[in-house]
Nanobody, 123 residues
């Protein structure tokens, strides 16, 4: 199983970035994005069930971030608009088995993690 996240970078507040995560190796039930600031707990950002039946966003990003997927390439995207300085973090994509039944916004329910990509928003 491989999860390759990329697309991070430095952007000014109010700007946009699009993260990508190429997933391969097996069939996944759900994919999500989480983020972490050094010294703080990992935070849920957005996730969906691969079937498309459920999509969830953290309240802090609702209306600004959009999670989407490309079925043909097994790539998951996170479009981030109206970025704020508090969005600065390392962003991780994660995937879980189709047999998992817990909440998709809980990091403990995920089996596989990508390496993370740094997003820095300057104010």
């Amino acid at each position: 199983v491989q999860l390759q996240a990329y697309g991070g970078g430095l952007v000014q507040a109010g700007g946009s970035l699009k993260l990508s995560c190429a997933a391969s190796g097996r069939t996944f039930g759900s994919l999500g994005w989480f983020r972490q600031v050094q010294g703080k707990a990992r935070e849920f950002v957005a996730a969906f069930k691969w079937s498309g039946s459920t999509t969830r966003y953290a309240d802090s990003v609702k209306g600004r971030f959009t999670i989407s997927k490309d079925n043909a390439t097994n790539t998951v995207y996170l479009q981030m608009n109206s970025l704020k300085s508090e969005d600065t973090a390392v962003y991780y994509c994660a995937a879980r088995s189709p047999y998992r039944g817990g909440n998709i916004w809980s990091g403990s329910e995920y089996d596989y993690w990508g390496q993370g990509t740094q997003v820095t928003v300057s104010s």
